[in-house]
């Protein structure tokens, strides 16, 4: 059965967030809040994690995880950003946005689209995230918690512990989440696409104009 933290939102704390960081890096796959919605993750290089949200969220290979970062800067390691584009997530980052932009040489092949060679970049802007990173080092690899059939994401802990108790190893409780899934931009093709709408708004970006992908 999954391990159940409950944190504090705003002041996690460091015992349970070192935690769930060696669960982590132990090759688990856990229950996380975001800004936007309840997440699933693992380490960026665990394929085996990655395969097991997969299997959780339903999804086969074709379906993208996203990298979730700590800050800007860290996107500009996995990412490859022209003026046009870093001045776009700069103004979105943290926030509730998912960002498709060219991947660099140190994303792994098996997470870059095979023929636009992208990859999905966010930042959220969330305290028990943003001490998971710190503590971790790296990247998580990601996933809006949406189970097959559904759509709308997961956002009561207990429910998500009821529903995959036997198939995660954590679940950390840190109350409510928005419950949407975040907007995606895809920043990889000129002019900007957004191909989901959800949590970010996109009038941040100066894109409410533009239609959707």
Known sequence: MAQYFQVHPENPQP????QAAALLRAGGVIAYPTDSSYAL?????DAAAAARIRRIRGVDETHFL?????????????????????KMVRQATPGRFTFVLPATREVPRRLKHPRRSTVGVRVP????????LAELGE????????????????????KIRDELGRVIDLVIDAGACPAEPTTVVDLATEPPVI???????????????????
Do not use: K, Y
């Not at 015992?15 to 070192?18: M, S």
């Not at 802007?125 to 998971?132: F, I, M, R, Y």
């Open 41 to 45: 993750g693992c380490q960026i290089g």
């Open 195 to 213: 191909v989901r709408m959800g949590a970010g708004d996109p009038s941040r970006l100066g894109l409410a104009r533009l239609g959707s992908g």
């Open 125 to 132: 802007d969330h305290a028990v995230t943003q001490a998971l």
């Open 139 to 158: 990247p998580l690899l990601s996933s809006t918690l949406i189970l097959p059939g559904q759509v709308e994401p997961l956002n009561d802990a207990e």
């Open 66 to 86: 996203t990298l979730v970062l700590r800050d800007l800067s860290a996107i500009g390691h996995f990412a490859r950003l022209d003026n046009w584009q870093f």
């Open 15 to 18: 015992r349970l967030v070192r």
